[in-house]
């Protein structure tokens, strides 16, 4: 009996290096062997600035429904209010080309050169839905959020300023505690009856802007 008991005991301390623990003669479970260590890495994170205003000038290609594509440019002033929800208001201004009925009719023009020209102003209001860090390197990591935008304002074009209604996301990186880069598409709607009956015409925005906080 004695024999079968010392057997007990002597594979139990064989077998408990391969588990990780150790034990004492009287067969109670002391600290693990080992104890992995776990190094982190360090990066540097950019910091927003404690100012609440963000100051952006943008440029990139608008789609005016039936009018073609042009180059856009613009600029915008945003407040954050929190960390998620800010408002801000732009302005920008594009040159939209001939319609196809011009392009087919040869001698028809629709608009003058001044009335061709497109200005618009907007109110919108935007919410991060996805606030987090852009890691672009192993030792980089950038302040980073995916949001949504919408609100209203008013488009020039054609002789007549038209109520707009806008909505659209974008993406937003901090490189620095000053400086942010964005990138937003956008869809900008008003009614227009220019070549036919009225209709709500789209026009899509792709946009990359260069701004600072202050």
């Known amino acids: 009996m004695e024999s079968w008991i010392r057997g007990i005991f002597l594979g139990a301390a064989l077998i408990a ?43 990139g290609i608008m789609s005016v429904e039936d ?9 915008r002033l945003a407040y954050h209010v929190t960390e998620r929800f800010s408002v801000e208001g732009s302005y920008g201004e594009t040159s939209p080309g001939r319609t196809s009925y011009e392009e087919l009719s040869g001698s028809a023009v629709l608009l003058t050169d001044e009335d061709r020209e497109l200005s618009y102003y ?5 919410f991060d839905l996805f606030p987090g860090e852009a890691f672009l390197t192993s030792r980089w990591a950038f302040n980073s959020a995916v ?31 000053w400086l942010v880069v964005r990138f937003d598409v956008r ?15 789209h026009n ?5 802007s260069f701004g600072v906080y202050f």
Do not use: C, M
């Not at 623990?21 to 260590?37: E, F, L, S």
């Open 122 to 126: 907007n109110f919108l209001v935007g």
């Open 204 to 208: 899509i925005e792709l946009i990359a």
């Open 187 to 201: 869809d900008q709607l008003y009614n227009i009856d220019l070549i036919g009956p009225e209709k709500t015409a």
């Open 17 to 59: 290096p391969v588990l990780g623990v150790a034990a004492d003669t009287d067969g109670t479970v002391t600290d693990p062997v080992y104890t992995p260590q776990v190094e982190r890495k360090d990066f540097s994170l950019a910091n927003i600035n404690a100012q609440d205003f963000e100051l952006t000038l943008y440029t």
């Open 67 to 75: 009018f073609g594509s042009d180059t856009v440019v613009g600029g």
């Open 147 to 177: 949001y949504v935008v919408g609100g209203v304002g008013s488009t020039d074009f054609a002789g007549d300023d038209r109520f707009t209604t806008i909505y659209g996301a974008g993406f937003r990186l901090v490189p620095t505690d």
